[in-house]
């Protein structure tokens, strides 16, 4: 079956320092890739999604970026982090069929 | 562009009781699917039930399903014989279904279940 990883869980970052949050996903091969912020109380709002090694659509402009270096593996980074990056990043992932499945998320805060 | 809307922030019902949380949408599209993710604290998406759009028969799950009217474009969520493990966020969320799964969701309900 197909599992989806997060890290870290939590994370406490002051402002302007950097960001990495890694997602992998195991159980499958060249899924889509997907990460979304959520402010709390709030939707989700998808930031990037890949469909392949190296390939990064940017849905909205931000101070994040994103990287797949391999086929299973998608990280989130910035390289100075804002207050506004504070919130909560959900990693997903879809292999064909009907909908999306999600990781279990990592809580930034920015201070 | 297609656009998911849950109008109400808030809801609550008592344990045992049924609760009804509503969704709109809008698109253009005739074949797409739609869905209702729940948050509970933890935070985690936990998919709830899926609809396809071309299936006229409202979807079920135990003690969930849908009310889907494709022509006035709602997806109403009903929940029998609520439980305390039911109080969580409920995302309302849609697919085109040649999109290659990009979903839109609603800014999601807060459903409280009173003991």
């Known amino acids: 079956s197909q599992t989806i990883h997060q890290w870290p869980a939590t994370l406490v970052q002051p402002v302007g320092s950097p960001l990495s949050l890694e997602c992998t996903v195991e159980g499958t091969s060249n899924p889509n890739l997907y990460w979304y912020r959520q402010a709390a109380g709030r939707g989700l709002q998808l930031l990037f999604y890949s469909v392949g090694i190296g390939q990064i659509s940017s849905e909205v402009p931000q101070n994040l970026s994103a990287s797949r270096p391999q086929d299973r593996q998608f990280i989130l980074s910035s390289k100075k982090l804002l207050l506004s990056d504070s919130g909560f990043y959900l990693c997903?992932?879809?292999?064909?069929?009907?909908?999306?499945?999600f990781g279990p998320g990592t809580r930034l805060l920015v201070l | 562009a297609q656009t998911v809307t849950q109008s109400q922030p808030e809801m609550s019902v008592q344990e045992a009781e049924t609760v009804t949380l509503s969704c709109t949408y809008d698109t253009s599209e005739s074949d797409y699917y739609l869905f209702w993710y729940k948050q509970p604290p933890s935070r985690q998406m936990i998919l709830v039930i899926r609809q396809e759009a071309y299936k006229q028969q409202n979807a079920t799950e135990n003690r969930f399903s849908v009310n889907f009217q494709k022509a006035a474009k709602s997806f109403s969520l009903k929940i029998s014989d609520s439980q305390l493990g039911d109080a969580a966020m409920y995302f309302c969320?849609?697919?085109?279904?040649?999109?290659?799964?990009?979903?839109?969701f609603g800014e999601g309900t807060q459903l409280t279940v009173n003991p």
């Open positions: 997903a992932w879809w292999r064909g069929g009907e909908t999306q499945y």
């Open positions: 969320a849609y697919r085109r279904r040649t999109s290659g799964s990009r979903l839109t």
